[in-house]
T-cell receptor, first 114, second 114 residues
Framework: EAQVTQNPRYLITVTGKKLTVTCSQN?????MSWYRQDPGLGLRQIYY???????DKGDVPEGYKVSRKEKRNFPLILESPSPNQTSLYFC?????????????FGNGTRLTVT | AQSVAQPEDQVNVAEGNPLTVKCTYS??????LFWYVQYPNRGLQFLLK??????LVKGSYGFEAEFNKSQTSFHLKKPSALVSDSALYFC????????????FGSGTKLNVKP
């Protein structure tokens, strides 16, 4: 089944403890991106990647890192999480960056930082 | 700067009645518009898109959307609502200057009552 898989689905951690949220897609998509969803704000783009080893910042990149060493994987790294990073995170992919290419989303990771 | 506004946090409609979920956008250049639906504990699913051409776009599950350039709107519609349509709906625009960037509205919760 074609899908975007995120792990874990739920994560509770403490301030300052480094964590990684994994994202993997099995559709051979070139483009991948990360979003955070907060009530009343919709989804905001954190980082995106056009292909292997090519990444760039979205609108809210502060406090996050990403890497794209393989085409299928695009992990999101929080080196020193803070409570304001408590949110619902989504990974998404699309075949390419053409204007007509919609995003395919994972099921989300709910992160709580205390 | 690109932006999307969904003026209604919530829309209530009776089953069998027509529904409209509103979206307005602000872009520099051509608008590339999308609607997504989010069911509880799931990622967003693509419904339909407007890239160019006919102003009335048809999508999944009987949904359609009307693009209106003069009013900068892209409202989502369905002639006859189902209880199963109850979900969170997001309008999104792809940045015409940088296709890697998406901007989402804040979301509209659709409640369809039996």
């Amino acid at each position: 089944e074609a899908q975007v898989t995120q792990n874990p689905r739920y994560l509770i951690t403490v301030t300052g403890k480094k964590l990684t949220v994994t994202c993997s897609q099995n559709m051979n998509h070139e483009y991948m991106s990360w979003y955070r969803q907060d009530p009343g704000l919709g989804l905001r783009q954190i980082y995106y990647s056009m292909n292997v080893e090519v990444t760039d910042k979205g609108d809210v990149p502060e406090g996050y890192k990403v890497s794209r060493k393989e085409k299928r994987n695009f992990p999101l790294i929080l080196e020193s999480p803070s409570p304001n990073q408590t949110s619902l995170y989504f990974c998404a992919s699309s075949p390419h960056t053409g204007v007509d290419s919609p995003l395919h989303f994972g099921n989300g990771t709910r992160l709580t930082v205390t | 700067a690109q932006s999307v506004a969904q003026p209604e946090d919530q829309v209530n409609v009776a089953e069998g009645n027509p529904l409209t979920v509103k979206c307005t956008y602000s872009v520099s250049g051509n608008p590339y518009l999308f609607w997504y639906v989010q069911y509880p504990n799931r990622g967003l699913q693509f419904l339909l898109k407007y890239i160019t051409g006919d102003n009335l776009v048809k999508g999944s599950y009987g949904f359609e959307a009307e693009f209106n350039k003069s009013q900068t709107s892209f409202h989502l519609k369905k002639p006859s609502a189902l209880v199963s349509d109850s979900a969170l709906y997001f309008c999104a625009v792809r940045d015409g200057g940088n296709f890697n960037k998406f901007y989402f509205g804040s979301g509209t919760k659709l409640n369809v009552k039996p």
